[in-house]
């Protein structure tokens, strides 16, 4: 009789280092631009991610008043601060502390997304994920998921993993099903404590490391940085040197043409010249 064993999980290894760009966008906010910039333009599915982080009220308090999205969706997630988001279809929403947004531009929608503060801390994430062309042309929609709606997993060597889109430890994120299967975490670690995740093989994968440094294998990851993920089926990451945050973010890839014009992302450039038509005739 012979007995299988699996073999051990094949570690994702980092295969790039990303640092982001600051830039300022809507109005004037400050953020940091890490996909969607000359040295990383994009991860297929994702189109861009901002970190924005501030207790300077003149790097926020400008906001993003009224403009259009076609062809993607946008996931807002708060760490601090408060944010109102008011849309075209009759859509209105308080981002709070550890909520998340997910917005869905589809076939077009208008919004503002602006800051109800006028003081203290502004900090969060927003995630750009591309949709296939099949659902590009979708109706748009809007949830928000409050912070008791994230699930909290903790893990076993300290440290806690918020799961807003996949599954981990056994529990699934409140995001929707999207062609896309993204995965989404964000992970606190203790000084010396170690996550252990699966990443569906094929998935592009990468952390975001915002909060002190992270090991996955040989290769340490400081603050702030984006660290791009090879293939494999599970990450390893410990915190080496005190205690640590960061975001894991996996999605399966597309591979379609990608016809990008600021805040509209379609297949094609006639598709664009489209998007742009019908939003200067109002019909978002
Ligand atoms: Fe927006």
Redesign the pocket.
């Known amino acids: 009789m012979t007995e299988s064993v699996a073999p051990p999980p094949a570690g994702r290894a980092v295969v790039r280092l990303v640092a982001g760009m600051p830039t300022s966008d809507g109005a004037g906010v400050r953020l940091t631009r890490v996909i969607g910039t000359p040295a990383l333009d994009a991860l297929d599915p994702f189109l861009m991610l901002d970190e924005f982080g501030s207790s300077d009220p003149s790097a926020y308090i400008a906001g993003?008043p009224d403009?259009p999205?076609r062809g993607f969706e946008?996931i807002t997630y708060m760490l601090d601060g408060r944010m109102r988001h008011r849309d075209n279809h009759g859509n209105e929403g308080l981002l709070t502390a550890g909520s998340m947004q997910w917005m869905t531009a589809g076939r077009g929608i208008v919004?503002s997304?602006m800051p109800e503060q006028e003081q203290g801390l502004m900090r969060g994430f927003q995630l750009w994920l591309n949709l296939p062309a099949s659902d590009k042309m979708r109706p748009a929609e809007y949830r928000d998921v409050a912070p008791a709606d994230i699930p909290v997993v903790s893990l076993p060597g300290g440290g806690r993993v918020k799961v807003l889109a996949g599954r981990f430890g056994g529990v699934e994120g409140p995001a929707p099903a999207r062609a896309t299967a993204p995965l989404y975490l964000d992970v606190e670690l203790p000084a010396g404590a170690g996550l252990a995740a699966a990443v569906p093989v094929g998935h592009a994968a990468f952390l975001y490391v915002y909060e002190g440094e992270v090991s996955v294998g040989e290769t340490a990851v400081v603050a702030p940085k984006l660290a791009e993920l090879g293939p494999g089926e599970a990450l390893t990451a410990t915190a080496t040197a005190g205690p640590a945050r960061f975001l894991v973010i996996a999605g399966k890839p597309l591979k379609e043409p990608v016809a990008r014009y600021g805040?509209f992302v379609m297949n094609t450039p006639a598709e664009i010249h489209q998007a742009i038509s019908d939003f200067q005739r109002g019909a978002f």
């Open positions: 993003f403009h999205h946008t919004h997304e805040p």
